[in-house]
């Protein structure tokens, strides 16, 4: 695949898995790999903690299962991951357009959780699959990950020599050659 973009390979508000395999990256202003959903804000809180309830405007529609990473709107602290396990689209108030608007229920709202928090919907590339690909030097981010299933699909990732590691968006820090699995450095 050959992009002229800033991300060598982008994918956003796909449902389905995606894989990428036996490619290489080079010279990107970006993400290597971005496979993401939205952010969206949290409209009202209807009530916390387990099984908490919130009102939420997405221009993605949000469906059982999917994830929503809430931060706080002063700080851009996390607050915590919610999983939803009831969506109830409603008609939206006069106004809002390009967007849908839903009840949501979720297993565990995270705390502190106030109107108008950031959200990331975590409903992209689930069941994502990295496998033996090469990052060479680039102005890039490494891998942007936003999605619920990625745990352990990353591996045979050569790094090029001198480049940064990849950065984990799910816990916003930062994964170095060490912390991502078979990986070899090549000159």
Request: charged content about 15%; proline content about 3%.
């Amino acid at each position: 695949m050959i992009s002229t973009d800033a991300d060598g390979a982008h994918f956003q508000n796909n449902r389905g898995p995606v894989t990428v395999r036996y490619s290489s990256f080079q010279g990107m202003a970006d993400d290597a790999i971005a496979i993401y959903s939205v952010a969206t804000t949290i409209n009202q809180v209807i009530a916390g903690g387990a099984n908490g309830k919130v009102v939420d405007y997405s221009p993605r529609g949000i469906l059982e299962g999917d994830q929503l990473q809430i931060l706080d709107a002063t700080n851009g602290a996390i607050r915590g991951i919610g999983t939803v396990t009831r969506a109830e689209a409603f008609k939206c108030p006069a106004g809002v357009i390009n967007t849908g608007c839903y009840n949501l229920m979720l297993d565990a709202g995270p705390a502190g959780t106030q109107a108008q928090d950031p959200a990331y919907l975590y409903a992209a590339g689930n069941g994502a699959s990295i496998h033996h690909n090469v990052f060479h030097e680039c102005r890039c981010h490494g891998i942007l990950l936003f999605a619920v299933d990625v745990r352990g699909t990353i591996d045979g990732v050569d790094l090029a020599a001198g480049h940064a590691g990849f950065r984990d968006h799910r816990a916003h820090q930062h994964i170095d050659a060490a912390g991502v699995s078979a990986v070899e450095r090549i000159a």
